[in-house]
């Protein structure tokens, strides 16, 4: 079955500095990779997702995500955090293609200090 | 996209009793799953409730506990039956199209048992 491991459960960031979430998955092949984020009260909105093609992708409100088969990872990166990006964020990953079952990492709550 | 609208948004319940939590989509879909978020955990499915059928359960997850209902192809209940404190949580609905492999989600039951 597959996992995703998200190491820091906590980040704290000052506003302006960069940000890099850390993502590693376990699966057999090349997983559908997501990650989602979660404001306080709020559902879950997609940053960004991996299929196949460019390991570089871009998602909304400025973050992108590498794959590297490699490392297993997909780590989450934004050059320069706003104080709105304070929430949580959770990588995901599904197997094969059209919407199956997702697995989520426990998540890494991002503080954003002035 | 999809829109979600899932109520209650939030509730206190006694202990013993029962809540159906509804989740309604803008559109007609396919798969509808059901997720629980427990306090400083990460998403764990419950299960998936196609329409026509019997809903699917996780391991660890009994339809005794939480029935579902899928009467329609925009439309699903769940049901936290015979409720005790460990079920306060928040109950997300998700819905995914087919051709698509992106998630959508509800923002969330916030359920507090006491």
């Known amino acids: 079955a597959q996992s995703v491991t998200q190491p820091d459960i906590h980040i704290t960031v000052s506003e302006g500095a960069s940000l890099e979430l850390r993502c590693n998955y376990s699966?057999?092949?090349?997983?559908?990779l997501f990650w989602y984020v979660q404001s306080p009260g709020q559902g879950l909105q997609l940053l960004l997702k991996?299929?196949?093609?460019?390991?570089l992708v871009q998602g909304i409100k400025g973050f992108e995500a590498e794959f590297k088969r490699s490392q297993s990872s997909f780590n989450l990166r934004k050059p320069s955090v706003h104080w709105s990006d304070a929430a949580e964020y959770f990588c995901?990953?599904?197997?094969?293609?059209?919407?199956?079952?997702?697995?989520f990492g426990i998540g890494t709550k991002l503080q954003v200090i002035p | 996209s999809a829109v979600i609208s899932q109520k209650p948004s939030r509730d206190i319940c006694q202990r013993g009793t029962s809540l159906t939590i509804q989740c309604q989509v803008d559109?007609?879909?396919?798969?509808m799953f059901w997720y629980r978020q427990q306090p400083g955990q990460s998403l764990t499915l419950i299960a998936t409730a196609n329409q026509g059928s019997e809903a699917t359960y996780e391991s660890g997850f009994v339809i005794d506990k939480f029935p579902i209902s899928r009467p329609n192809l925009t439309f699903s209940t769940l049901t936290v039956s015979n409720m005790s404190p460990e079920d306060s949580s928040i109950y997300l609905c998700?819905?995914?199209?087919?051709?698509?492999?992106?998630?959508?989600f509800g923002q969330g039951t916030r359920l507090t048992v006491v």
């Open positions: 559109s007609q879909v396919t798969m």
């Open positions: 998700s819905v995914g199209r087919g051709g698509s492999t992106e998630a959508f």
């Open positions: 991996y299929f196949s093609g460019d390991t």
């Open positions: 995901a990953v599904a197997i094969s293609g059209g919407y199956q079952k997702v697995t």
């Open positions: 699966y057999g092949a090349t997983p559908y």
